[in-house]
C-alpha cells in the first residue's frame, strides 16, 4: 500500500464518528444541507454545523449557496478533493482486468504495446528535465521526477564512481505483476534517462521490499 493511502486510511480512523458517518453521508448522497444531515444523524444542526468546520477546516467538505425552493439560499455541502481518498477505488483491479482484455482480444504484443507507449510517454516527460553533466546530478533529477510520481525514489553513492537507486514503491506493481514487459521498458526508461549502466538487483514485483538498481558511467561499465 502506498504510505500516503496508509496515512490517510488512519487519519479517517481516528476521526470522530460522526465526522466519518458525515463524510460517509456526502459520498452516498451527493450533497446535503446542514439541516439534512442533523435530520439523518438525528443531531443538531448546530452539532453538524461545527463538524463541517472542521472537515472545511482540513478540506474534506467544500459547500457552495444553492437556492432550494423559497426563501433564503441554503449551504449545499459536498466532499472535498482530499476526502476521495477515504474510499475504496480499486483502480489496481480494473487495470488489470482492462489488460487481461487486451491480452484476450488482440495477444500478448498488444500488453507489451501499451507499456511500450507508457515509457514513451514518461520519457517524453521527463527528457528536458534530466539534463545533468554528472551522474549523480541526473540521478538526483531523475529520482525528484519519480518521487513525485508514487516511486518513493532515492539514491546514494555505492563505492568510487558507482551508485544505488532504490525504489520502495511502484505505483502500478500490482498491474505489472506477471507482465514483464512494465518491469523491462521501465529499465530501459532510467538507463536512457540516466545514460549509464543500469542493472536491477531487487524487485518488487518479484516479491522484495523495494526495486533497486545498480548505476554505473557507461565508461566504467566498458571497462
Not at 452539532?47 to 467544500?62: G, I, M, S
Not at 477515504?86 to 487481461?100: K, N, T
Not at 546514494?156 to 506493481?173: K, T, W, Y
Request: glycine fraction near 6%; proline fraction near 3%.
Amino acid at each position: 500500500m502506498d504510505p500516503r493511502t496508509s496515512a490517510s486510511a488512519l487519519f479517517y480512523k481516528q476521526m470522530p464518528v460522526t465526522r466519518r458517518r458525515i463524510l460517509t453521508l456526502l459520498k452516498e448522497k451527493g450533497e446535503l444541507t446542514a439541516d439534512e444531515l442533523a435530520a439523518l444523524l438525528n443531531i443538531s444542526a448546530v452539532a453538524v454545523r461545527r463538524h463541517l468546520t472542521n472537515l472545511e477546516r482540513d478540506q474534506l467538505v467544500a459547500y457552495e449557496e444553492m437556492q432550494r425552493g423559497m426563501g433564503r439560499p441554503s449551504f449545499v455541502y459536498q466532499l472535498g478533493e482530499a476526502a476521495t481518498s477515504f474510499f475504496p477505488r480499486r483502480y489496481d483491479e480494473l487495470a488489470v482486468v482492462v489488460l487481461e482484455t487486451i491480452q484476450d482480444l488482440y495477444g500478448r504484443e498488444a500488453i507489451d504495446a501499451v507499456f511500450r507507449m507508457r515509457s514513451e510517454h514518461i520519457m517524453e516527460s521527463y527528457r528536458a528535465k534530466i539534463n545533468g553533466k554528472t551522474l549523480g546530478t541526473r540521478l538526483d533529477q531523475l529520482t525528484r521526477l519519480r518521487e513525485a510520481d508514487g516511486y518513493m525514489s532515492t539514491w546514494q553513492v555505492d563505492g568510487e564512481s558507482a551508485f544505488i537507486l532504490r525504489e520502495a514503491n511502484c505505483p502500478i506493481v500490482h498491474v505489472a505483476a506477471g507482465c514483464d514487459a512494465a518491469c523491462d521498458y521501465d529499465l530501459a526508461l532510467l538507463t536512457n534517462l540516466l545514460d549509464a549502466k543500469v542493472t536491477r538487483k531487487t524487485h518488487l514485483a518479484s516479491g522484495d521490499s523495494a526495486c533497486s538498481y545498480e548505476v554505473q558511467p557507461k565508461t566504467q561499465a566498458g571497462q
